[in-house]
């Protein structure tokens, strides 16, 4: 494989290499000569990762690690293999430790913690034979509503973003993993969902320079081999409409090309979010779409369907798609196949040695607790004093699961001595009835983006819960939001004492007990306007 000849591939094969396909659970359950049928047949140039993708077959190291060597042996040219990664491998992989959110590391704001936790991705997909993540979320987070960045996001400042994610890019590619830096040109503005509906960065020109287009500016220039577009407009950047609506990112030259192939200078690969998303489908449908976004100058599709190949070649003896496009893309393919080294040896999956998982855990740590930002105290109720015993724990979240998420934090206070009851959700009239039996309350927020899909502001049981937080019980009550930190200033202004965490890890929900008991301090600075 090491002598590649590209100049010889049919033009299925070049089409093929513009491919991210997602893997389903019926593909993990193939044979190695039925996935060699299949690869044969859809010869793509990458396979993406993920747990809804997997199903149930893969759920540990060495099986996920296993099917992925299947692939690459079956493949006639080395795949890519992407996944997200956000915060490590875990989603994969249930005995790969879990990091922090990427929030939690803005607050932090410790550049070592930061190439600490991009080398901790990378030796977490190193251990399974990943190698290329499509993270991280390079957005900043300007709208307190946005739905999809949120704790995804280091937060609003460029020059914290700028300093600690081209920090984060170092640790990622120095332990060989090629990285994505996404959503081009920049969510985190509006407040509606790319995947129900196409979104826009409405920001000034002169603004997104100073923003977005400043942090992307500083990835490039540091290096990232990848960038993901959006199905975000940008209309401040854009003269072409369609029936008077500016085009995504995906679909748009002006943005793809123009803008960030040839203003910004990006000579890497240009990977479109995935293709089934409603921002996305609602312009041409599936099949012209696919070819739209690539005419647009995506050099590798995410998640298109397999009838674009066919779809593909007859756009190219149609005349609808230059060849010299489709050899554009293959050239960046291609160099970043070869710098990966793909086509030598020593690219299979290597065992999570001892030290490495310490490693992994460490690094959740640490950032877990440079992360953790006392918002308010009013009357000092923290660390905990002595002759507190008896604790109502509500976890406040849309889904019951959240109940059982949260039972490291019930076991950690435990460990400290408190008697803990766990209940998910509670309304005003129960807790007017039952709050005087508890010396303390705590509320664990939970809600955070896709859990589910959709605003992020509760509704139902849960806003039940935040009215009942809100008039009974104030006095003796800690708020805690283990996702989104914006929760204070929508809902929790006068709260005596709030704390914002960042995420559900295990790590956080330990550091968070270890905190308000007086083991250790809070030290996180928020990196937002508002929370």
């Known amino acids: 494989m090491r002598g590649l ?41 990458g396979i993406f990762l993920c747990r809804e993708g997997l199903g149930e077959s893969v759920g540990d190291r060495e099986s996920l690690a296993d099917f ?61 034979g990943i190698n290329l993540a499509l993270s991280p979320v390079v957005d900043l987070n300007l709208n307190p509503l946005n739905p999809i960045t949120n704790i995804r996001s280091i937060g609003d400042d460029p020059d914290a973003a700028i300093r600690l994610l081209t920090t984060l890019l170092c640790g990622m590619q120095d332990e060989g993993l090629a990285v994505t830096a996404k959503h081009f040109p920049g969510d985190g503005v509006d407040y509606r969902d790319q995947h129900l509906v196409t979104t826009i960065n409405s920001l000034a020109w002169e603004e997104w320079q100073r923003r977005h287009g400043a942090v992307f500016r500083a990835l490039i220039e540091a290096g990232v081999e990848a960038v993901m577009t959006g199905h975000i407009s940008l209309p401040a950047r854009q003269t072409h409409t369609k029936e ?88 960046r393919i291609r160099r970043l196949k070869e710098r990966l080294g793909l086509f030598g040896p020593g690219r299979e999956a290597r065992e999570l040695a001892a030290g490495e998982r310490d490693y992994v855990e460490e690094t959740a740590a640490k950032v877990t607790e440079g ?94 819960s935040i009215w009942a937080a809100l008039s009974y019980g104030a006095e003796k009550s800690i708020v805690v939001s283990f996702g989104s930190p914006y929760y204070h200033g929508e809902y929790f202004e006068l709260a005596e004492v709030y704390i914002n965490a960042y995420s559900a890890a295990p790590a956080t929900q330990k550091a968070v007990a270890r905190a308000v008991c007086g083991e250790i301090g809070f030290s996180g600075h928020s990196l937002m306007k508002r929370g």
């Open 244 to 331: 008077g609506r500016y085009l995504p990112a995906t679909l748009s030259y002006e943005l793809t090309t123009g803008l960030l192939k040839e203003e910004m200078g990006f000579g890497g690969v240009v990977i479109s979010d995935a293709l089934d998303m409603g921002g996305f489908l609602k312009w041409y449908g599936r099949e012209r779409g696919e070819i739209e976004c690539f005419l647009a100058g995506t050099d590798m599709l995410l998640w298109p369907g397999l009838r674009y190949f066919d779809a593909m070649e007859r756009a190219i003896s149609e005349g609808k798609v230059p060849m010299e496009r489709l050899d554009e893309a293959l050239a």
């Open 5 to 45: 000849d590209w100049s010889a591939l049919s033009l299925r094969e070049k089409i093929g290499q513009t491919m991210l396909i997602k893997v389903t659970p019926e593909l993990t359950r193939s044979s190695e000569d039925e996935l060699a049928a299949f690869l044969a047949a859809f010869p793509v140039g």
């Open 371 to 464: 992360s953790l930002t006392l918002v308010c105290d009013r009357k000092g109720l923290l660390p905990l004093r002595g002759g507190l015993r008896r604790v109502l724990l509500i976890v406040v979240a849309a889904d019951e699961g959240a109940l059982a998420e949260m039972s490291v934090f019930k076991e950690e206070l435990k460990a400290h001595g408190l008697e803990v009851e766990a209940r998910w959700n509670i309304r005003p009239a129960e807790l007017e009835v039952v709050h005087g039996d508890y010396d303390l309350i705590f509320y664990a927020l939970a809600g955070r983006p896709h859990s589910p899909k959709g605003p992020l502001s509760y509704s139902g049981p849960a806003a039940d």
């Open 68 to 128: 992925i060597e299947k692939c690459q042996h079956a493949a006639g040219i080395p795949l890519f293999v992407a996944a997200d990664m956000e915060n490590g491998c875990h989603t994969l992989a249930n005995d790969v430790p879990p990091l922090p959110s990427l929030m939690a590391l803005g607050a932090a704001g410790d550049p070592e913690l930061a190439y600490a936790y991009g080398r901790s991705i990378a030796i977490g997909a190193r251990s399974l």
